[in-house]
């Protein structure tokens, strides 16, 4: 396959719908870097960053941080990736923030998680997070191979604060009244690609069918070890 042009690339979905996990498998199979919005700013909150300072307050109640602070934050990492192909994960998540991204680039496709809130609530509660990787465990799903450790630096995994019922339920609220309207917004451009289901095993193989009609597979023998 020859491909002419570098992809640009959206990840969609409800809160614990399985973006991180597809995107780590979709990194694991073709070359393109991923950015994750969430593990962006998990990371500028942990180095106490300015953002990371402001973004606490927000994220913490389950609200979006102010699309301003995001589209800055975002389109100044996404300079760094300008000569390789990018998935962009938890950004857009409002329709202002899409027409920022559109006014710097050509989105190509953007693949929507289609998964029902009732199976999201109970996967978050159950979820475990690497903060350094942003590498995602789900007790039941893909649990560590080791209680409480990374798989692969051996590092201690913790649990999200915003991932709290009550949060979670904030998240969705905003989800649904901010998020889906770029989903209309993705739909009308005529790039929005939905994927339906409830387990992200039969999910995945849809999505990787799809990509390959998209970019070239990496040999998996040299692909980086990755969830
Ligand atoms: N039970 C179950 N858990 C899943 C499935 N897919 C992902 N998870 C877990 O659900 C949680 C949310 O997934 P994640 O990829 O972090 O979703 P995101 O919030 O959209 O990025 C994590 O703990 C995953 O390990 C699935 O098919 N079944
Ligand atoms: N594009 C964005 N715009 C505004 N806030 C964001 C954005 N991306 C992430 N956030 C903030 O970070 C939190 C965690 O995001 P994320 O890790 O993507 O959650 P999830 O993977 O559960 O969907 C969000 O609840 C929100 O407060």
Redesign the pocket.
């Known amino acids: 396959m020859v491909v002419r042009q570098l992809l640009r690339a959206v990840i969609m979905g409800p809160?614990?719908s399985g973006?991180?996990t597809v995107s780590s498998r979709i990194v694991k199979h073709f070359a393109l870097k991923h950015l994750?919005?969430?593990d962006l700013?998990r990371d500028n909150l942990q180095r106490r960053t300015e953002v990371g300072v402001i973004?606490k307050t927000?994220?913490d109640q389950?609200?979006?941080?102010p699309d301003d602070i995001?589209t800055r934050l975002m389109l100044n990492e996404l300079k760094n990736l300008h000569r390789y192909h990018w998935l962009l994960d938890?950004?857009?998540?409002?329709v202002p923030?899409a027409e920022a991204l559109d006014e710097t680039c050509q989105i190509d496709t953007v693949i929507n998680l289609d998964v029902p809130f009732e199976t999201i609530k109970q996967r978050l509660t159950a979820r475990w997070i690497h903060p350094g990787s942003g590498r995602v465990y789900n007790l039941e799903f893909n649990p560590p191979k080791d209680v409480g450790l990374d798989d692969i630096t051996r590092e201690p995994l913790v649990q999200r604060d915003?991932d709290k019922p009550e949060t979670v339920t904030k998240?969705l609220k905003a989800y649904e009244a901010q998020t889906k309207p770029v989903l209309d917004y993705y739909r009308n451009k005529g790039v929005l690609e939905s994927f339906s289901g409830t387990e992200t095993n039969k999910i995945w193989p849809v999505v990787h069918a799809f990509l390959q009609t998209k970019l070239p597979e990496v040999n998996q023998e040299e692909a980086a070890p990755h969830r």
Request: aromatic share 8%.
């Open positions: 809160p614990g973006k991180g994750s919005s969430g700013l973004a927000y994220i389950g609200q979006l941080i995001m938890g950004f857009p998540r409002t923030q915003d998240r």
